[in-house]
C-alpha cells in the first residue's frame, strides 16, 4: 500500500538513499536544509527546512495537514564532520567545545523533538497506522573506542552521542503515550556506514565488527522497510541495531 512519508533530512549518503528507494513505491516528501523546494519526480518531493527553527517546522507541517503523513522519519543530524566545517569558532576541534555542544543538542534533539511535536498535532490521526522512526547510533548508548579516531581528520564528538541518547529517551515516552492510538515509535540505531573513510580508519572500524566489515547504505535501510511495514506493528518503543554485531561484544 502507498505510503505519504515525511523524511527529515534527506542531503547526506543515507538520506539520498532512502529518498531514493523509498519513492519507488511511495509518496515522499524529503526536507533539510540542504535542499530546495521542488518536485523532483511524481513521488518524490523536496523542500528547504532549517530544523533549527521552529516557526518553520511548525509552517511545513502545517501546509500538509490536509493529507496527513502515514510516516515520519527523523533522520537529520549535526554529525561531528558536519560541526566542524560549519562552526566558525575556534573550538571546532575541541572535544569539549560549548558551541559545538549547544548546537548539536539544538539540532539533533529539539529540532527532532519539535518534528514529532508538530506531527503528532498536525498529523495524528487515531484510525490510522502511522510510524515515526527516529535514527540514532551505536554511539548512543556505547561508547566509541577513542583510540580508532587518534590521527584520523575526524573524530566522535560527546556532543553527538548524547544528542543521540537524548532521541532514545524521547522515542520512548512517546512510543508509550502513542501506542494504543496505532502510531508506533521507533529508535533505528546504526553503525558506521562507508563513506569514503581513510584505509587506515576503515581498518581499526571492521576489527570492532564481527561481521568484519563496515555498514552500506542497503543494510541500513532493510531495516526501515521493516519498521514502516504491516510486520513491524508490534514493535514500539525499541531501539534497534543495524550494527553487525558491534553491540553483542
Known sequence: MKKKICLIGGSGILGKYYAEQLSKKHEVHVADIGLKNQKKTDNLS?????????????????????KPFDILINNSALTTELAMKTIKSKEKNDIFSTE????????????????CKYFIKYHHKKNLDQRVINIGTIYALHSPHHKIYEKEKFFSSISYSASKAGIIGLTK???SKYAKEKTNF??????????????????????LI????????SQIYSAIQFLISKNSDYIIGQNIYVDGGFTSW
Not at 100 to 115: A, M, P, Q, W
Not at 186 to 207: D, E, W
Request: aromatic letters at 16%; one cysteine or more; proline letters at 3%.
Open 100 to 115: 559545538i555542544f549547544d548546537e548539536t543538542l539544538k539540532i539533533n534533539l529539539r529540532g527532532i523533538f519539535l518534528c
Open 46 to 66: 523536496t523542500y528547504y527546512l532549517n530544523i533549527d527553527n521552529e516557526k518553520k517546522i511548525k509552517s511545513f507541517f502545517y501546509k500538509h495537514k490536509t
Open 173 to 175: 515516552w512517546l512510543a
Open 210 to 217: 564481527p561481521k568484519n566489515k563496515m555498514a552500506n547504505e
Open 186 to 207: 521507533n529508535v533505528l540505531s546504526p553503525a558506521g556506514v562507508f563513506n569514503n573513510q581513510s584505509k587506515t580508519f576503515i581498518k581499526k572500524y571492521k576489527k
